[in-house]
């Protein structure tokens, strides 16, 4: 059974297309991955999928409710973490979850069960505003909120941007057991190596789904042969590479650069002496498995051409 139906959704802001016919279904139970850079379209699809904004085409249901003829069913089925910290800033930790439980009728007891793996780490500052709490504090806060009310399906819109790596790993511990409770989790993130934390991912880029699948899927379809390259001049690398004639492409990756062959005839020692032959030194040359990051740099080459 599918939680979530997205047929040719497309969204039109004057002359910006944000999004373009977008498919998609999310499964109930799923942990859901939507990856792509800021201003791919994620915050734009969530906004019509919560029912806080309507699509310009096409049709959306979120666990059987159609999210321009039922918005209310669906904010009460949904728990909604957006992309900004959004609590009352003045209110205290407690103040705050205790007033998104009653805007349900209910009170923090009735689902504690819920989020008590979650608010055991924010309850030593319960009286604190929220306002004064640390990013991954806030986080958490934000997340017991959109819980509070037991959701059937939550939305979290990069809800670890700007959070650091300890806060994140915890945070995404906390959602798979989430999962486990039976809660339909749809997520976006900019960030690649969050990718294969979700059971299927969605790879969008301005406005457009490039590709559906599970991580491990997406990482197999990449073909090229995949080098990591180093020398003492970056830029000059890069540019010298992307002038070789067996490059499928090219793209800094930190300090190094990743090279996509276009056949498996071409070996380390061929692109070193081509690189030699440059007045490059100190190279380091290492074959390399693909990562998401890579599958999505080729699939926006791909869409390009």
Same mark, same amino acid.
């Given at each position: ?17 944000a999004l ?29 999928? /919560? ?41 205290? /930790? ?14 923090i007891e ?62 995404w511990g ?6 486990? =409770?039976?809660?339909?989790?749809? /997520? ?10 979700? $059971? ?31 020398? =003492? ?23 190094? /650069? ?34 998401? $990051? ?12």
């Amino acid at each position: 059974m599918n939680t979530i139906e997205i047929k040719k959704i497309s969204k039109v802001f004057g002359s910006k297309t944000a999004l373009n016919n977008i498919n998609m279904s999310i499964k109930q139970g799923e942990l859901f991955g939507l990856i792509g850079a800021d201003g791919a379209g994620k915050s734009t699809l969530f906004d019509i999928l /919560v029912t806080l904004s309507a699509a310009t085409s096409g049709s959306a249901s979120v666990h059987g409710f159609d999210v321009e003829k039922d918005a209310k069913n669906i904010r009460r089925i949904v728990g909604y973490m957006p992309g900004r910290f959004s609590l009352y800033q003045d209110l205290t /930790v407690y103040e705050n979850l205790n007033f998104f439980a009653s805007i349900f009728g209910g009170t923090i007891e009735d689902n504690y069960h819920l989020i008590k793996d979650i608010y055991e780490h924010i309850a030593p500052f319960k009286e604190r505003p929220a306002g004064k709490l640390s990013g991954g504090m806030k986080q958490k806060l934000a997340l017991c909120c959109a819980l509070v009310h037991q959701p059937k399906v939550l939305f979290l819109d990069e809800p670890t941007t700007g959070v650091d790596p300890v806060s994140r790993k915890e945070f995404w511990g906390m959602l798979k057991r989430l999962q486990e =409770k039976g809660i339909t989790i749809l /997520v976006s993130t900019p960030y690649m190596d969050e990718a294969v934390l979700c $059971e299927r991912i969605a790879l969008i880029q301005e406005g457009e789904i490039m590709a559906i699948d599970t991580p491990v899927a997406i990482i197999k379809s990449f073909t090229h042969p995949l080098y990591s390259v180093k020398s =003492k001049k970056l830029y000059q690398l890069l540019k010298d590479l992307r002038n070789f004639k067996e490059t499928y492409s090219c793209y800094a990756f930190g300090q190094t /650069v990743h090279l996509a062959l276009k056949n498996q005839d071409t070996t380390a020692i061929i692109i070193q002496d081509y690189l030699h032959g440059l007045g490059h030194e100190n190279i380091e040359i290492k074959s390399i498995d693909a990562g998401i $990051e890579d599958c999505f740099m080729e699939l926006m080459k791909k869409t390009a051409e």
